[in-house]
């Protein structure tokens, strides 16, 4: 008989031998109904003192949906490490606008209550807490682009969600975090024509060489996650190769795309030392060194805490 296999969160694992920050994640607001496997989160103080016996000594926490914004600030006013990122996802955008075109994965878009909210006061919404909160909001995001999960009259809508992201990323002076899910042209396409917020930072990379190139000529940062660390992810290790070591960022992207060797199972910031070392290693650097070079970008980009 096959031995079962290991489900839940993965064990803690050896610590990193310099502090680096999670640079995009999602800590559990309360009961979680999709979270992967139907694995109960573990409780925040849990994560948070498991990611500091690994050296990962801050996380900016992504609120990306209407009911989340107040409580994701909450959250970082409540604990030191964290700070947080507020947006609109693009696929929340689409449900704002009431978009029912199915994209090329053949979700259903799923309505709640506060889709009847319109994605311009809903928009206003992150502009009016990022303004009143820059103790603790340290980035817009993540908005971008998801040609994956909507078509049709979708793609307007998340463009013109976007536009408006990247505005108030400028207006405020915060950072921009971008979502881009196969949507790399038209992605780059919106900063070229708006102009780029002064730090613009792709999270959750996944982008090619060629790609790496046009971020390293406009100076965005690529925030690689765990599928750097994925066997059949060559061309991402290659587009780390080509990035300016002054650009590239680390992130989770918890409580999803855990890294190898624990794939599949639930994601957290104490496990992004795997993804790190992958990082060290396309950049040629000996460990430490890279650790301080991914802790004084992510200050560079959204400063200290
Ligand atoms: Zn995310």
């Known amino acids: 008989?096959?031995?079962?296999?290991?489900?839940?969160?993965?064990?803690?694992?050896?610590?990193?031998p310099s502090p680096v920050i999670d640079n995009h994640t999602h800590l559990p607001l309360g009961p979680v109904e999709d979270f992967p496997q139907g694995v109960t989160p573990l409780p925040i103080d849990v994560q948070l003192a498991r990611a500091a016996r690994a050296n990962v000594v801050g996380l900016i926490h992504s609120s990306c949906e209407?009911?989340?914004?107040?409580?994701?600030?909450?959250?970082a006013r409540a604990h030191a490490p964290v700070r947080a990122a507020i947006a609109i996802h693009p696929n929340e955008a689409t449900r704002h606008a009431h978009v029912t075109d199915v994209g090329p994965d053949g979700w259903e878009p799923a309505f709640a209550p506060h889709h009847e909210?319109?994605?311009?006061?809903?928009?206003?919404?992150?502009?009016?807490?990022?303004?009143?909160n820059r103790d603790v909001v340290v980035a817009i995001g993540e908005t971008g682009l998801d040609w994956f999960r909507t078509a049709g009259r979708g793609h307007d809508v998340q463009r013109a969600a976007f536009r408006a992201h990247i505005a108030l990323a400028k207006e405020?002076?915060?950072?921009?975090?971008?979502?881009?899910r196969d949507a790399h042209a038209d992605v780059l396409d919106v900063l070229r024509r708006d102009g780029a917020p002064a730090r613009t930072v792709f999270h959750c990379f996944s982008g090619d060489r060629a790609m790496?190139?046009?971020?390293?000529?406009h100076g965005w940062y690529a925030s690689f996650a765990g599928p750097i660390t994925?066997?059949?992810?060559?061309?991402?290790?290659?587009?780390c190769r080509a990035m300016d070591?002054?650009?590239v960022l680390v992130e989770t992207d918890a409580p999803y795309l855990t890294p190898v060797p624990y794939r599949g199972r639930p994601n957290a910031s104490y496990l992004m030392t795997h993804t790190v070392r992958a990082v060290a290693e396309q950049l040629d650097m000996e460990l430490t060194q890279a650790c301080h070079q991914l802790l004084a970008n992510t200050r560079g980009v959204y400063g200290s805490w």
């Open 1 to 16: 008989m096959a031995k079962p296999k290991p489900t839940g969160y993965p064990p803690e694992g050896e610590e990193l």
């Open 66 to 75: 209407l009911p989340d914004l107040q409580p994701g600030i909450d959250l």
């Open 117 to 132: 909210v319109s994605l311009d006061d809903a928009v206003a919404r992150v502009g009016e807490l990022a303004a009143a």
């Open 172 to 180: 405020l002076d915060l950072p921009l975090q971008i979502h881009d």
């Open 212 to 217: 790496a190139e046009v971020l390293n000529e």
């Open 230 to 239: 994925y066997k059949s992810n060559d061309e991402l290790r290659e587009a």
């Open 245 to 247: 070591p002054a650009l």
